[in-house]
């Protein structure tokens, strides 16, 4: 996964027909003795847990945050396999698509709940990299919401340009 490798190696390549293996090492969270740091210069270290990684492994594999488990351990048994059921359930939906598709599918989604650009900017910027076309008007539509402030507007406009220059103007 994506967080794991450095740049330009690739390990095991997981999809997402493989979630439905990986979602039971959710429900247990074992320490690990890894740490994970937010910059290098900054003091705050964490030790990380065996879910936080399963977690993030599912959703690089979603291309979004399907996992959704900052509450997990407060909910009851019966909520944590509802829970862990609803992931089961994507993936068996999602399985057939393509990544294109599921970057789109997380625009699309982020307009539609009200998610801020900067929750959906690291899907945008995939898309950018394969130069979805289809990706211009749901970025443009984000210029729309009441959040977009004079920062977004440049980095969505920006992405538009890298992608179409003719279709962006």
């Known amino acids: 996964v994506n967080g794991f490798m450095p740049a330009g190696k ?3 390549k997981l999809a997402i027909s493989d979630i439905p293996q990986l979602v039971p090492y959710l429900r247990e969270d074992w320490s690990l003795l890894t740490v994970s740091f937010w910059r290098d210069f900054h003091p705050d270290r964490t030790l990380m847990g065996s879910r936080e990684v399963f977690a993030m492994m599912i959703n690089q594999l979603a ?4 996992c959704t488990l900052g509450n997990f351990d407060k909910l009851t048994p019966k909520e944590q396999d509802e829970q862990l059921q609803k992931i089961l359930n994507w993936a068996k939906t999602n399985a ?5 598709d599921l970057l789109l599918q997380a625009l699309e989604e ?3 709940d009200g998610t801020r650009w900067y929750e ?3 899907q945008a910027r995939s898309l950018v990299e394969k130069k979805e076309p289809k990706a211009i008007p749901l970025m443009l539509r984000f210029l729309e919401t009441k959040d977009a402030t004079e920062l977004t507007q440049q980095s969505i406009l920006s992405y538009c ?3 179409d220059p003719k279709a962006a103007k």
Do not use: P
């Open 10 to 12: 690739s390990g095991f």
């Open 63 to 66: 291309n979004k945050d399907i």
């Open 96 to 100: 057939s698509k393509s990544e294109n």
């Open 110 to 112: 982020g307009l539609r």
């Open 120 to 122: 959906v900017e690291a």
């Open 161 to 163: 340009r890298q992608i």
